[in-house]
Structure formats: structure tokens, C-alpha cells
DNA sequence: TTGAAAGCGCTAACAT
DNA sequence: ATGTTAGCGCTTTCAA
């Protein structure tokens, strides 16, 4: 019941290793007889080619890394799906770990990435603060996603030009009467965060309107992060619309609208960020800050084809205000 | 720049291989001091050891595969992201593999996963249609998720009992005052096509209903398939509720009846099958049947973490009808 | 046309 | 306490 080797092919035929070796790489220096012959045994013993002596052999193994703070939210469900998909289609092994964000989980499946020797590594940067060291990745070929982490800006980034949709998504609040426009995003850690807050501040002010420190709010982008700032907001009435700046948070906000919405008649508008498939059917539609999944994946799925020596170049999406 | 191994920093130091593998693996026969020096000079080369090395060994390789039909689906997403999380947790390597319920894509993910000696695999079967070859797995273990392949009865499954919540719906249903109820559910070829099926049947009869052949539809479980179905149910007005059986079809069926709600003032009664967060939010809340995700995820976690020997027992979870 | 040897990184089993 | 050898599965190089 042990593994089929090559050797064991030869073994059961009488011959040596080395004639199973090349009759099954279909080289034309073995009798074309012994070639099916061994071909044909090979199959019904269910031989399978060792891709771990292939690696050991010097071959660059065929793994791609792909670090997510989790795989629930659609956005990153879109990615890890399409990135799946194009994963298989180029014959690469899609490895997939959890890091929810945390620093040390991050760096561990770092760890088991080196250990097996995976090439190339997708991920989204989790949040440093301060005096936690930058990840290391040894000489996989690592590529950002979405956010950048401060003390890697060498490494290649696949980001979203968020900018020009959350500045629209402000105008459109201000043109429809909004005044007291309030902000939720993720932390300025990061500069997609703080890009994020920028455009929403540019706009606010192109709107000539005046925000109170108090509709701002940042930090760890989470669920439970966007739906506890947006029942304060909601409760507090200070505030007639919100933008959103991270999935988490928008699922969040989201579901903080929902339930409040059943005991007021008090509408709040409400611009959330990502695009899951479910906004269209939210509440008459959920008008959103639509991320390019698709383009960013196919990117990624290029970026880790490339050959050992390539260098990947960065690369930004726009993304697009939805109205609905 | 070539990787750090045992024997670069045996050279490194002017010492054997093997004391520097005995200082590494924290062994008491090597000098306490050499045994430090190894550990820093390791430390600074960023060495880290070679999983691949460890399986030519002999070694079990940490690798679990997963195959799913697809990943954005929440039910599909929410297993993925909790398998991921107790595989980080158990420090094994999740490899995931998209089939699309294809045949070739699925024994293709198969092949890779024996090529890189994956000790077990959960899969969603995919559908096979009569002279089809069962799938082969060679030594992995299998656990089958959610559906149970007719020819492989002997692997390891993990099911949802959701007979008694089917039958419960339609009762529910009927109770309500519907005397025309669809369904619309996978197709029957594997037993838990049949299972729903028959649960749906049994629950019409138990109520007195006689249920029109033309209300029964069953096929190839996709978003796309239960939208058909029940736009054309819906239009041609022969149905006043419907009962799904299957999470693609149950977020098709969902984006018929929301577009349609639109059109009409008809209401259509309409019960899920999975649920997705969002059921909660859209339309008042979607009733539903609920499949125990996190149970699944756990025990599959559970029976991978077996030692090579163990083999895993076949297990069923009970689903739950949720009213909304 | 076939076979034998060597080496990829690692450790158990023997030397020393 | 440290070093040497051998072998896991495979292919490249060299020998017959």
C-alpha cells in the first residue's frame, strides 16, 4: 500500500529505474514496446509523479501563497475564487491562510510558505503598529493587495484607486442636500486608509461643506468596527448619510442601517464600500464604492506566472461609485 | 542568495552538517555554546528548514486539500474560511481546488494533490453521469462534504440531514394556506438530490397536496439554473410558494423572485436552502433552511488532523428550518 | 538502447 | 561531543 515509485515500476518489471524513468517521460531512447509496457503498468499501479522529489531536484515548486484577514466577505471570497480558478488553470497549487488581520498568524504562514518553498506570495498586509517588525517572506516574490505596508513599498502592490469614486460619492451626497456627511473607515495606518479619508475630506471640502471631528472615525477595519460607529452616528442624529471606507466595515454599517431603519422613519443615507452581489438586493439597493475584483485577480494570477527571475510591476484599479 | 540550508551553515561555521542540524533541533548532545552560535547564525541567514526534505524523509506532509464547486458562494466561503482557520490552528497547509462540479477539473485537482502527497482531502463530489469513471484519490484519505458519490460509498462523509427541515417547510407552508408549492432542487443523481426531493414529497403528502409534476424541477444545482426556474414558475403563476434545495440554486431562486416582486404586486412565498448572512437582510428577512456550517467545518477539521492510520467515521448534521 | 552514479536537504544509525 | 554514511524519488551526466 506504500507510494508507487519508479523504482518499484522497475522493480515489478525487472528492469532498471532509470528505463521506467525515461519511458514514462516519453523519451524516444527506450524500446517503444518497454515504453508502453511501462506506461501501461504505471497506470494500473496508479503511479503519480513525486512533485516533492521534482522540488528536492531543484524544480521551482508550483505554490502560490495567498494570505487573507479572512475568506467570509465577498470581496475577498471574489479574489481567493478567481484567484483559485486561475490557479488551477496554470497548473499552481493555491495555498490559503487566515491571518484576521493579526500580525503574528501573518508571519507564521509566512513561515510554512518558506517551508515549502512556495514562489510567490498574495497578500493583504496586515496592520503594523509602531515597533512591530516588517514580515518576512525570504525570497518568495510577495505582492500586496489592496493596502501597503509602510516598510515594503519595494515590494509590488496590486492597489485600488479609490480616490475619484469616494470623492463622487461625497459630491452626490452634498448635491442631494446632505450636509452632516459622516465617515467610517479603516485606519490611517496604512495609505489606503488615509487615501480613503483624504478623498472623502477633498470632497466634503470641494462641497464646501464643513465636518465635524466627531463624523470621522477610523480604526481596525472590522464588522463589528463599521456596525458599532454607525449605530453611535445613527443614535446620535447627528448626521444625515455616511461613506464607508473597508468591506468589513461596510457590512457593518450596513447591518447598523438595516436594524435601525425598522424603528425610525428617520431615512440615513448610505454609501458602502465593496460590492457583494447581495447590495443590489439590500433595502431597494445599497449604492456602494465598487472594487474591480476581477481585474486585480487576473493581475495577481499574471504577477505569480512570471518567471522566478521577473520582477512584478505594481499596479492600480479605479474604482467606480454604483448608485442605486 | 541561493537558500540557507543545514549544510551552508555548517560551511558558514567550519563545522559538520549534522552538529548543525543536532544545535536546530535543540538536541542536549551538542555543546551548549556551539549550539547557540548555530541557532544565532541561523537566525541572521534566515534559514529555514526544508519541508520538502522532511517528506522525502518520510515525514507526513502537513497538506490538506480542499475542492469545492467554488468559493464565492457563502456557504461554500464560510466552510473555507473555518477549515482554513483550524488547519492554521493545526499548522497544515490548506491547498484549495475549484472544480465547478466538473469532472476533469476535480480528477485533475485530485492529481495534484497525490503529486504533492496530500494526506487528506474534503471534497464536494461533482455530479457524474452514468459511464463516468469514479473519482480516483490513490492513498489520500476523502472525506466527502455535503453530497456522497454513489460508487464511493465506503469513504468518509459528512452529510446535513435536512430531510425533517424540508418537511418541515412544507408543512410551514402549507399551514400558511398554499396549496400549489414548487420545488426546485438539485437533480437526483446523487443521494442527497434524492434526499431533498423525497423529504419535499413526503412533506406535500403528510399536508394532503397534491403536487403537478410541472412543479417539481431538478437539474445541475446553479444560480443560474434556479433563476430559470423560477422566473418561469413565477410567470406562469401555476405556484403561490417555492422550496429550494441547493445554495446556488437558492440565491438564483432569491434574484428571480426580488426582480419579479418588482414587476407585481403577487407575493411569492419562498424558502431558502444555506444561510447566507444576508437572507436576514433582504425582503423583510428570507426563511430559510439552515445548514450547520460550522459543525461541518469542525469535525472535517477534526478527522484531517487524523494520524495516517485512524480512519475517519462518516457523520451527519442535522439542518434547521429557519423562520422569517 | 540500457544502466549506474551523483546529488538536491534532511536525520537515524553508526562511527569516532 | 562531533563527524560520516546512507537513503527518501527523481533526472542529468557519464559509462557500457
New binding site residues.
Given amino acids: 500500500m ?2 508507487v ?3 518499484s515500476i522497475a522493480n515489478d518489471l525487472g ?5 521506467v ?2 519511458a ?2 516519453n523519451s ?4 517503444k514496446e ?1 515504453r508502453a509496457a511501462v506506461q501501461k503498468r504505471a497506470r494500473e499501479l496508479g ?1 503519480v ?2 512533485a ?3 522540488v ?3 524544480d521551482a515548486p508550483k505554490i502560490v501563497g495567498l494570505l487573507l484577514p479572512n475568506i467570509v466577505n465577498e470581496f475577498y471570497a471574489r479574489f481567493a475564487n478567481d484567484m483559485a480558478a486561475a490557479c488551477d488553470a496554470q497548473s499552481q497549487q493555491l495555498i490559503i491562510h487566515l491571518t484576521n488581520d493579526d500580525l503574528t498568524a501573518q508571519q507564521q504562514a509566512l513561515d510554512r510558505l518558506q517551508e515549502v518553498q512556495a514562489a510567490s506570495v498574495v497578500m493583504v498586509p496586515a496592520l503594523r503598529h509602531g515597533n512591530e517588525g516588517a514580515p518576512f517572506a525570504g525570497t518568495m516574490r510577495v505582492i500586496e493587495l489592496i493596502r501597503q505596508d509602510n516598510d515594503t513599498e519595494s515590494t509590488a502592490a496590486l492597489l485600488v484607486d479609490d480616490g475619484p469614486a469616494i470623492n463622487e460619492a461625497v459630491t452626490h451626497l452634498a448635491n442631494a442636500g446632505h450636509k452632516d456627511i459622516a465617515y467610517i473607515g479603516a485606519n490611517h495606518e496604512l495609505s489606503s486608509g488615509r487615501n480613503r479619508l483624504n478623498a472623502f475630506l477633498r470632497g466634503a471640502e470641494a462641497a464646501g461643506l464643513n465636518v465635524a471631528e466627531s463624523l470621522i472615525r477610523t480604526g481596525v477595519p472590522t464588522f463589528a468596527m463599521g456596525r458599532s460607529h454607525a449605530k453611535n452616528i445613527i443614535d446620535s442624529g447627528t448626521a444625515t448619510a455616511m461613506v464607508c471606507g473597508g468591506f468589513e466595515i461596510s457590512n457593518g454599517v450596513l447591518s447598523a442601517v438595516l436594524e435601525r431603519s425598522n424603528r425610525t422613519t428617520q431615512e440615513i443615507a448610505f454609501i458602502g464600500y465593496g460590492d457583494p452581489s447581495f447590495y443590489d438586493w439590500v433595502d431597494n439597493g445599497v449604492s456602494t464604492i465598487q472594487v474591480p475584483v476581477t481585474e486585480l485577480a487576473e493581475r495577481a494570477a499574471k504577477m505569480v506566472a512570471l518567471e522566478a527571475g521577473e520582477s512584478a510591476a505594481s499596479a492600480s484599479f479605479a474604482a467606480r461609485l454604483i448608485l442605486r
Fill in positions: 506504500s507510494r515509485t519508479i523504482k528492469i532498471s529505474h532509470m528505463t524513468s525515461r514514462l517521460a524516444p531512447k527506450v524500446q518497454t503511479y509523479k513525486s516533492v522529489a521534482m528536492m531536484r531543484g
